[in-house]
């Protein structure tokens, strides 16, 4: 296992110093879903929620939220992102949303929690708009997909995990 490059050698928290690394082009990919009832589903599916356009709220406030990573976890440094791309679709089966996320840089450092983020705040806005219809909603599944780029290379999730 790595090294938590968050901590000093004494346990206290810090911010990663990236400045000797390379730009490189990076990419993360993330992915979560929100279940919910199949009523529900129709509502959000429909356009007829009673708060609005569920969907595209939904991808707007995950590519704003990607835009603020810095400002809502610690120790992530600001990144002038290239690309995010929230795609949301509804799935039948679940019944529910899912949501993936694809966040671009050129930078020193990595773009996996500008996706996590994305992934995360387009979920709890989903919730958010319509909570008062369907109070048995779950949020799960948030995980990485994938990364590129930077000194580690490519990683992809596992397709068992």
């Not at 969907?55 to 995010?84: D, Q």
């Amino acid at each position: 296992m790595a090294a938590l490059t968050h901590l000093t050698h004494t346990g206290e928290a810090h911010m990663v110093d990236v400045a000797d690394k390379d730009i490189t082009k990076r990419v993360a990919v993330a992915e979560g879903h929100v279940i919910m009832q199949k009523e529900t589903l129709a509502l959000v599916k429909s356009g007829d929620a009673k708060k609005g356009d569920v969907l595209g709220t939904a991808r707007l406030a995950g590519i704003m939220a990607a835009k603020r990573t810095h400002e809502l976890i610690p120790l992530c440094h600001p990144l002038m992102l290239t690309s995010v791309i929230v795609d949301l679709s509804i799935d039948e089966q679940l019944p529910g949303v899912r949501i993936t996320a694809t966040a671009k840089v050129d930078g020193k450092t990595g773009v996996e929690m500008e996706a996590l983020t994305a992934v995360s705040v387009a979920c709890l806005t989903i919730y958010d708009m319509i909570k008062a219809v369907d109070r048995f909603m779950r949020i799960e599944g948030i995980s990485l997909v994938s990364k590129e780029g930077g000194k580690s290379g490519s990683w992809h999730k596992p397709t068992d995990a």
